[in-house]
């Protein structure tokens, strides 16, 4: 039987070519998907992640008027990411994941990618149970 952190290490594409992996999670754990996009691109993948963690701050910009109209594009922005990818890395510290990020994780498999969690690879590292968030 295979090790599970094994399981979960990022392997070349059938081509010899970088796996493209679109990262998914909470905007508030903006400093874990800083770290895992740069281990990952050590790794030699090609990482997709979030546009932005806040609405804009852009001179003439009203986030206000546009707030329910931007989240449906950047919505629509990430399920486009994730059809890219040739999996999907769940950033996910403790193992919280919120009701966006469990669609994207529902997308992601009815497209047949694997998906990865943050919380296994360090709960597989420490021998601990993962906590689980509905």
Same mark, same amino acid.
């Given at each position: /039987? /295979?090790?599970?952190?094994?399981?979960?290490? !990022?392997?070349?594409?059938? @081509?010899? %070519? =970088?796996?493209?992996? !679109? &990262?998914?999670? $909470?905007?508030?754990?903006? =400093?874990?998907? =800083?770290?895992?996009?740069?281990?990952?691109?050590?790794?030699?993948?090609?990482?997709?992640?979030?546009?932005?963690?806040?609405?804009?701050?852009?001179?003439?910009?009203?986030?206000? =008027?546009?707030?329910? #109209?931007? *989240?449906?594009?950047?919505?629509? &922005?990430h399920l486009? *990411?994730?059809?890219?990818? #040739?999996?999907?890395?769940? +950033?996910?510290?403790?193992?919280?994941?919120? @009701?966006?990020?469990?669609?994207?994780i529902a997308y992601?498999?009815? &497209?047949? *990618?694997? +998906?990865?969690? &943050? $919380?296994? %690879?360090?709960?597989?590292?420490?021998? *601990?149970?993962?906590?689980? $968030?509905?």
């Amino acid at each position: /039987m /295979m090790d599970p952190v094994e399981e979960q290490q !990022t392997p070349q594409s059938t @081509e010899g %070519e =970088a796996r493209v992996i !679109t &990262l998914c999670g $909470s905007t508030k754990f903006e =400093a874990e998907f =800083a770290e895992v996009n740069q281990r990952l691109t050590m790794d030699g993948c090609i990482v997709i992640r979030l546009g932005m963690f806040s609405l804009p701050d852009l001179p003439g910009y009203d986030s206000t =008027a546009d707030r329910s #109209d931007l *989240k449906g594009r950047l919505g629509a &922005l990430h399920l486009q *990411k994730i059809r890219m990818a #040739d999996e999907v890395y769940i +950033v996910d510290p403790g193992g919280y994941v919120g @009701e966006s990020t469990r669609r994207e994780i529902a997308y992601a498999t009815s &497209l047949g *990618k694997p +998906v990865r969690y &943050l $919380s296994r %690879e360090r709960v597989d590292r420490a021998g *601990k149970t993962p906590r689980v $968030s509905r």
